[in-house]
């Protein structure tokens, strides 16, 4: 396949999604007909077809790429020409499409996702009164992010980036009846507007510096040493506020509060944000600008991951709603990566995207399956009280699901850090990279927020597979009415839970360097400035190398603790739960209500929002219309207050009078100052003989004014004037505009008529 | 004067002077018969110019399909029965005056221009075939647009003039 | 006796037929009316076409044309057609001066 080929293909997987939301959007309704069931799923079947199609062809492009063409392969068009713009210069817009090694293997996770997430939601959605709209929405969400991953250039990011914002809003909001559901789609759309600000700023500025917004080009530049206002520091702003848009999407601290609460939309959706779509795009961007990024940049974007990391484990400890846990847990995968990209171990950062969109979407399809599973037992009892996705409600169920419980198993294993599965691997390297980061730089708390989030993650999701799963079921009238879910459900856990494995991303369980994945991805080289460049490649890979066993075993260490502890306290019983709560209850509060973010977002920005906005209703309620109704009523009260009240109120006249009279006074002076000043001559006679005249007037007109009279002939008759010419034109324009297309075209003959004679000839 | 400039003159007389009884009659049924050979004036007027294939079209479209559609329209638009199938004019004087000075500027333009004549004998030849060559291959684009043009036109006709007290065009769901 | 004809007697045709296609049009209040005039002017317009054709050396490019313009004259009657009967169906007059509903 030649390289064109390649670009149509990717032009070809883009489109596919696009038709399917278009086509179902518009014909959906006739083809499901009336609500057959038959016919209803046929929809369904439609899109996740289409999918089927584009990840079929997007496996054929990332092959075809990473076996015979080592360069990125890119296509563009110019979109746009403005020409010579004023106070700017030459202004044109290219757009276009880049396939490097980066966008070919995101091409295939987002397809495969997507894919298997439509094939899951046929089984999870079935019976839902817009069963048809959640799969065109679907599709326009997977083309979105396709978007993304095959631009390049900044401005269709956006576009595709603002797209993705749009679709996860659709989805979200899927059961907008739910409060909570179309609140939390609002919160997840105004949240990412806020990181958008930022990412958008950021993009302004490499714009007015390079004119372009094509990201080779852009690192050309800074490759050649021109950046922003020739300042490093602005291209560490530029940097930052280009990683502010994946902390929106990405849902890193700060702005990580709309991602839990996007668990009021349908699992499926869940598991397609977290694992391909919306999450992944904050790291695929970061990822795209990694060689942009200066040294200062790269320690912000490290910092926020791991804060974000731990914060999240966290709160992920002491929650009960199986998906709430599931959005903590990927909150702070999501900041295991941005924290591996920070730290300079970009291959990794990005290796252990690639794996946690496998797992972690298993595990959302998973618990999927669980809920609906759940769902449906009570309601066949007519249970609407009890809460399907509370984990303490559960327990049990693996003799009754045991495809999902064996392939939840594994997504756990993974997610653990467990050897011989693909987390191990991402998990292990990201690590070694922070040990590594933390040698070379002293920045210690990175590694060891690291190293506690690992152990933390171990202990949580096997809580989650405990307490679900094990044990016994509280219910036992419940119980018997928890079935397996449908094939079109469990096939893709199935499919998930074998990409889980080690063995598809390298043949060594111990070591991923070796495998094909590392090959592909090698660390672009950072195009900043010597001075503010992170650590070269070079040191980076000598310190990795001495970093790798030791961080292999801790990783190990923490993560067997983890398990252990949760063994012990949920599935033994030697720990009391209950009894430690009671114990830490602060902080156990703490933890519950996700360290307060909510209330205190809620109390500052939102209410501080509101204050704001209270004191600009005051400032405009009594500061500008105070001035604008005071000059109001001053005026009325010089003119009328001295027409009309002459008799009632004298004073006001006589002041009136007075000042009147003092101003001319004043003038009178100055001009005979003027008249005797040492200049002699006619010039200053004539000055100062106008001055008098002037003043003579202003007196006069002072008085006449007093009467009303220069509102009624001065304003009022430049008013009435200008209504009448107005007017007056009006109705002579009237007679021509008939109306009638008839007069019209006599008018146009007219004109063709002198423009006959005009251009006769000689 | 050779038969093909009496034969000429004999059309080009037909021609305006049922395109005169078209514009100045003020019955509707006699301007659109007057039509019918103004049409066919003009057909005459494509085969002495060497454009047989394009005389047939003209009878065919014009006469065939366009008037009757014309006379189909007079007719269900009128009361035949009253006297009302006399139609009003408007602004006559002004649209005479400017039509007259339009038309005579056209006709000195085209008298007083020297046309660059290539060549004045015409080869008879059919043209049929020529031109289905030229549609099938220099003007593909066009001819597949025009096909796409009268398809919309038509269904677009017969839904603007469809008259369905049931459905009310605006109660028709498009989603 | 009447002069021998050249490309000058068609394009007089055409104008002629012009000229009395736009008088139709800008004075009948007959919608249907102004339709034939529409159609007088196509007509003018196609004899231009075909002249210079015929005597321009452009070949038969003009006929192309012609017959493109043919075309579009039969959907352009079509469509109008069906908008005067509709016309005709809500205000029960085809006169282009009454139906000014959406004048102001």
């Known amino acids: 396949m030649t390289q064109e080929q390649l670009i149509q293909t990717s032009i070809v997987i883009l489109l596919l999604p696009l038709f399917g939301f278009l086509f179902l959007i518009f014909f959906g309704k006739r083809i499901s007909g009336g609500g057959e069931q038959s016919k209803h799923r046929l929809t369904g079947w439609i899109g996740t077809i289409l999918l089927f199609i584009g990840l079929a062809l997007s496996m054929i492009v990332m092959i075809i790429k990473l076996t015979n063409y080592p360069e990125a392969i890119t296509w563009k068009f110019q979109w746009i020409d403005f020409g010579n713009v004023p106070f700017f210069g030459p202004l044109q817009v290219f757009l276009g499409i880049t396939i490097d090694n980066l966008a070919a293997i995101m091409l295939v996770v987002v397809c495969l996702v997507s894919a298997l997430v439509h094939l899951f939601s046929i089984g999870y959605m079935h019976g839902d009164i817009r069963f048809t709209r959640y799969f065109a929405y679907l599709g326009v969400f997977t083309f979105s992010m396709l978007v993304i991953v095959l631009t390049d250039n900044f401005f269709t990011m956006y576009v595709g980036w603002e797209l993705v914002g749009l679709s996860s809003y659709l989805l979200i909001g899927h059961w907008y009846e739910k409060k909570s559901a179309s609140d939390a789609a609002i919160k997840a759309f105004i949240v990412n507007r806020i990181g958008d600000i930022g990412m958008f700023t950021g993009i302004m500025i490499l714009y007015y510096t390079f004119r372009t917004f094509t990201f080779s080009e852009i690192f050309n530049a800074i490759q050649s040493g021109n950046i922003p206002y020739g300042s490093n520091e602005w291209l560490t702003a530029a940097g930052i506020l280009i990683f502010c848009g994946a902390i929106g999407k990405s849902a890193q601290f700060p702005l990580h509060v709309w991602l839990p609460d996007a668990m009021e939309g349908p699992t499926p959706v869940s598991a397609l944000i977290h694992a391909a779509t919306m999450v992944a795009a904050g790291v695929y961007l970061v990822a795209r600008t990694f060689s942009m990024m200066t040294a200062d940049a790269l320690v912000f974007i490290a910092y926020i991951g791991a804060i974000t990391a731990f914060i999240s484990a966290t709160i992920a400890i002491a929650q009960n709603d199986i998906k709430k846990v599931l959005a903590y847990s990927t909150i702070s995968q999501l900041g295991y990566m941005v924290m591996g990209l920070g730290v300079g171990a970009y291959t990794a950062g990005f290796f252990h995207l690639v794996t946690h969109a496998m797992f972690k979407a298993g595990l959302f399809l998973g618990s999927g399956s669980v809920i609906h599973a759940m769902h449906h037992a009570l309601h066949h009892q007519g249970d609407h009280h009890t809460d399907p996705q509370d984990i303490r409600n559960m327990g049990g169920l693996r003799g009754k699901m045991p495809v999902t419980f064996f392939t939840f198993i594994i997504y756990t294993l993974a997610i653990s850090g467990i050897p011989l599965t693909s987390g191990f691997l991402s998990k292990d390297a990201i690590l070694a990279g922070t040990l590594a980061f933390g040698d070379l730089s002293k920045h210690y708390l990175i590694p060891i927020i690291g190293f506690f989030v690992a152990g933390l993650t171990a202990f949580y999701m096997f809580r989650v597979v405990i307490l679900t799963f094990m044990g016994g079921h509280k219910e036992t009238h419940r119980f018997e009415f928890i079935h397996e879910s449908p094939a079109v459900m469990t096939i893709p856990l199935i499919v998930f839970a074998v990409l889980s494995f080690f063995m598809f991303y390298s043949f060594n369980p111990f070591d991923a360097s070796s495998g094909w994945f590392y090959h592909a991805m090698e660390r672009p080289q950072s195009v900043v400035p010597t001075v503010v460049q992170a650590h070269s490649i070079e040191t980076f890979e000598e310190a990795l190398h001495h970093a790798h066993l030791p961080a292999m075993v801790l990783s190990l260490l923490v993560a067997g603790i983890g398990i252990f502890m949760a063994f012990m306290t949920y599935r033994w019983k030697k720990i009391n739960a209950d009894a430690l709560a009671e114990k830490f209850s602060g902080i156990y509060k703490f933890l519950l209500n996700k360290w307060y973010f909510d209330e205190v977002y809620g109390a500052f920005v939102v209410g501080g929002t509101i204050v704001f906005t209270r004191i600009l209703r005051w400032f405009d309620n009594t500061i500008i219309d105070g001035l604008v109704n005071g000059t109001a009523s001053w005026t009325r009260a010089i003119v009328f207050g001295y027409k009309d009240h002459w008799k009632l109120k004298p004073l006001n006249a006589k002041v009136f009078i007075f000042i009147g009279l003092v101003t001319s006074i004043i003038i009178l002076i100055v001009s005979y100052q003027a008249m005797s000043a040492p200049t002699e001559g006619l010039v200053s006679i004539m000055v100062s003989f106008l001055g008098a005249l002037c003043a003579g007037a202003l007196t006069f007109f002072f008085f006449w004014a007093g009467a009303g009279g220069f509102d009624k002939y001065i304003v009022d008759g430049i008013v009435n004037g200008v209504a009448y010419f107005s007017g007056f034109f009006g109705i002579l324009m009237r007679k021509l505009q008939t109306g009638k297309v008839q007069t019209y075209i006599v008018f146009v003959m007219l004109g063709v008529i002198v423009f006959f004679f005009l251009l006769r000839g000689a | ?175 | 006796m009447l002069p021998s004809v050249t490309i000058t007697h068609y394009l007089i045709i055409s104008a002629i037929l012009f000229s009395l296609g736009i008088y139709g049009v800008v004075t009948r209040r007959n919608a249907i009316m102004v339709l034939m005039g529409i159609e007088l002017i196509l007509n003018s317009a196609n004899i231009n076409f075909i002249a210079f054709s015929h005597y321009g050396g452009i070949h038969l490019d003009g006929q192309a044309i012609a017959v493109f313009v043919i075309i579009l004259a039969a959907a352009e009657a079509a469509v109008a057609l069906a908008i005067v009967l509709n016309i005709y169906n809500r205000f029960n007059t085809v006169n282009v001066d009454e139906v000014s509903a959406l004048k102001e």
């Open chain 2, 1 to 175: 004067m050779t038969l093909y400039d009496m034969i000429f003159y004999f059309f080009a007389f037909i021609t305006l002077a049922s395109a005169g009884i078209v514009v100045f009659s003020r019955n509707i049924i006699y301007s659109a018969f007057a039509l019918l050979f103004t049409f066919f004036g003009v057909a005459g007027i494509y085969v002495l110019l060497n454009a047989d294939f394009l005389a047939v079209t003209q009878l065919l479209i014009y006469v065939g399909g366009i008037l009757v559609l014309l006379l189909f329209g007079v007719m269900l638009t009128n009361k035949v029965v009253n006297v009302e199938i006399k139609t009003g004019t408007l602004q006559t004087l002004p649209a005479s005056i400017i039509v007259a000075i339009a038309a005579g500027a056209l006709c000195g333009v085209f008298y007083i221009t020297d046309w660059k004549i290539i060549h004045d004998k015409p080869e008879l030849e059919s043209t049929t075939a020529t031109l289905g060559e030229m549609f099938m291959t220099t003007y593909l684009l066009p001819f597949e647009v025009a096909s796409i043009v009268l398809l919309v036109a038509l269904i677009g006709a017969a839904l603007i003039a469809r008259r369905d007290k049931k459905f009310p065009i605006s109660n028709v769901n498009l989603l």
